[in-house]
């Protein structure tokens, strides 16, 4: 089994962990009407430290498994985490990617502008917009607040996990200029 394919399928497992984790953290907090989300956490290190090729399959393979698990319509969260994805993967270079910090900031920058899209697509189907958007909002800074404090660790498994499987990502060089 080939490097890429190992960490294709072991980000998948910690992925579905998390996503387990959020849906039972989901499931103790419906009694306060609040819905924790972390997409973020989810695109952030692969599009941190994995090359292009494997990172790619495994947001829109994760994007896939929201959407099913979510109810939303066929490739609508693929082709949103697929496009983080790339824009993170992109500004990367810029960035000390191997920093604990800099993951947990780009997975809440994520959150927000995944956040802000997919709310302002069903906004509308909402039976009350306006007292929907009370609800988003403390649905978001409740979603942050969950990103920043299960971001260190999530962050630090995946990378322990790549190093269990003996498939960490290649290492990068910083360059002083």
Do not use: Y
């Not at 997975?107 to 958007?133: E, H, K, M, Q, W």
């Not at 404090?149 to 290649?170: I, K, S, Y």
């Amino acid at each position: 089994m080939s490097r890429s394919t190992r960490q294709i399928l072991v980000l998948l497992l910690c992925t579905g962990g998390l996503i387990t984790l959020l849906g039972q953290l989901n499931h103790s907090l419906s009694g306060f009407a609040i819905t924790l989300s972390a997409p973020g956490l989810l695109v952030a290190f692969a599009a941190l430290r994995l090359s292009l090729k494997p990172g790619l399959i495994l947001s829109l393979l994760t994007g896939l498994w929201l959407g099913a698990v979510s109810g939303s319509p066929f490739g609508f969260h693929a082709f949103l985490l697929g496009l983080a994805f790339c824009m993170l993967h992109h500004v990367r270079t810029r960035l000390p990617r191997e920093a604990i910090l800099v993951g947990v900031v780009a997975a809440i920058f994520i959150n927000l502008a995944l956040f802000i899209v997919v709310a302002s697509t069903r906004i509308n189907t909402l039976p009350d917009p306006a007292s929907g958007a009370l609800r988003l909002l403390v649905d978001l800074v409740a979603s942050q607040v969950a990103t920043a404090l299960l971001g260190p660790w999530f962050l630090a498994l995946q990378a322990r996990t790549l190093d269990l499987v003996g498939a960490p990502p290649p290492a990068t060089l910083h360059r002083l200029a």
